[in-house]
């Protein structure tokens, strides 16, 4: 009896390596567009909640500013007061409005705004949520594969025209919320050595 040595099918080859300059086909536009939608989507999730724990923070810094003595903050305007107390109370009220600020900033990123594009894109949320269900589905299945491209383009580039606004509103209200730790530590420096 002989033993047949099992044949190995050859790998197809690829066509190569595409030339830098020759145009990607439709497929390759849509799972690019598709991979970059996602990563927006992660990057706008990651930024609401950079947005919460700001808040968070922000409200335990002013909770503790309630302990503020009133005196302190009163006395910006007293001429009796001591230069320190004057500037205690100074740094306690930029610390406030930065507080405050930051809360702000950090609650528009999490507040959404909402508006209804033009032309309709069937893959805006908005549009979607505007039309029927039997509208929906006429909208999205009658594109071209052109329409489905450049509809699919334009919901990538609006996602990351959210994400830079949610980034930069947050980058704002982390800042703040880092000076008015630093007022918050100067002005327990002060209290600690003035007399």
Same mark, same amino acid.
């Given at each position: ?49 950079? !947005?919460? &724990? ?5 409200? +335990?810094?002013? *909770? $503790?500013? %309630? #302990? ?25 009220? !930029?610390? &406030? ?5 930051? +809360?702000?900033? *950090? $609650?528009? %990123? #999490? ?49 990351s025209g959210i994400a830079h606004k949610k980034f930069s509103r947050v980058r704002i209200s982390l800042n703040l919320l880092i000076v008015a730790i630093a007022l918050w530590a100067a002005t327990q ?7």
């Amino acid at each position: 009896m002989t033993i047949e040595e099992p044949t190995i099918a050859p790998i197809p080859r690829q066509s190569g390596p595409k030339a830098p300059d020759e145009p990607i086909d439709t497929d390759e536009v849509v799972s690019l567009a598709e991979m970059v939608f996602g990563h927006l989507d992660g990057q706008i999730s990651l930024a609401e909640f950079k !947005a919460q &724990i700001a808040v968070a923070v922000d409200a +335990v810094f002013l *909770a $503790l500013s %309630v #302990a503020i003595d009133r005196q302190i903050l009163a006395s910006i305007f007293a001429s009796s007061a001591s230069v320190s107390h004057r500037l205690v109370s100074l740094l306690s009220i !930029a610390m &406030i409005v930065c507080l405050l600020v930051s +809360v702000y900033m *950090a $609650l528009r %990123v #999490a507040r959404p705004t909402l508006t209804v594009m033009t032309p309709p894109n069937p893959f805006y949320f908005v549009n979607i949520h505007s039309w029927t269900k039997q509208q929906f589905i006429k909208e999205f299945t009658g594109q071209t594969r052109a329409q489905m491209t450049s509809n699919l383009m334009d919901e990538v580039y609006i996602l990351s025209g959210i994400a830079h606004k949610k980034f930069s509103r947050v980058r704002i209200s982390l800042n703040l919320l880092i000076v008015a730790i630093a007022l918050w530590a100067a002005t327990q420096f002060i209290l600690l050595v003035a007399p």
